[in-house]
């Protein structure tokens, strides 16, 4: 009797590592975009989008919540072994498991999940923006709008899933001129100001805020003040901008 039950134990702990086995590897790699809002320190949440290509590259951004509402884009790589998706940047490395077909989660680099935080730290995958929900003629809102301010963002796709960019001074003597390329990462459109000016390392970004509306800003809030070279008499590229009627 003490031999069978071992014997059936044994078998026990066979089917135990066949099933763990078969099913690390029928887990799928992370492909395509995730979303969510991770915890934060000292904000009340950071808004990260991760895109996945099957080339091995990756881009993640985030968005401090309740800060200037500069979003930074980190370039890197990413690879999946033993079920634990590492994702390598040039200053941090961050670890995933594949939590189901729809959602990955945040984790150690032994890939051991927060114990009470495990939703928070889950990223869900999305349907990414594309050039359409980008396309279209705005115009300056708010207060500065009301002081005489009238810039006008032009947004056009082309095929490429890339977008033209162009700013210029509706109806006021003196204002803004832009023109750039740029293309979209992470759901918001981006343009390094080099192509632009050769003397400029920052980046612009042009990130939806509803509907009808655009928050143009900078990658980095040290370099905002580079929006208004474009423009004169103290005026900006930065600011929020609604559709026009």
Known sequence: ???????????????????????????????????????????????????????????????YENTDGASLSQG?????????????????????????????????KDGKRSETLSEQYTLKKVAPKVASDFAGRYRLAGDRMLDGSGET??????????VTVTFS???????????????????????PLQ?????LKSTLVIRSTGPDSMNVFTSKANDKNDLGLFCTNGKTLAGDYVKAK
């Open 1 to 63: 009797m003490k031999r069978f039950s071992l014997f059936l134990l044994s078998l026990f702990m066979l089917a135990i590592l066949a099933a763990c086995s078969k099913s690390e590897k029928d887990v799928a790699p992370p492909q395509g975009m995730y979303a969510g809002t991770l915890p934060c320190a000292d904000c009340p949440g950071i808004k990260t989008a991760i895109t996945f290509d099957q080339d091995g590259s990756v881009v993640e951004t985030q968005l």
């Open 76 to 108: 890197g790589t990413w690879k999946m072994d033993k079920g634990i998706v590492t994702v390598t940047f040039p200053f941090d490395t961050q670890y995933f498991i594949v939590k189901s077909a729809d959602a990955i989660e945040m984790t150690d």
């Open 153 to 162: 963002l032009t947004i056009l796709g082309n095929a490429q899933n890339g």
């Open 169 to 191: 001074a509706d109806g006021v003597e003196e204002g803004c001129t832009f023109n750039g390329q740029g293309k979209i990462v992470n759901d918001q459109v981006e343009i």
């Open 195 to 199: 192509t632009v000016n050769p003397d």
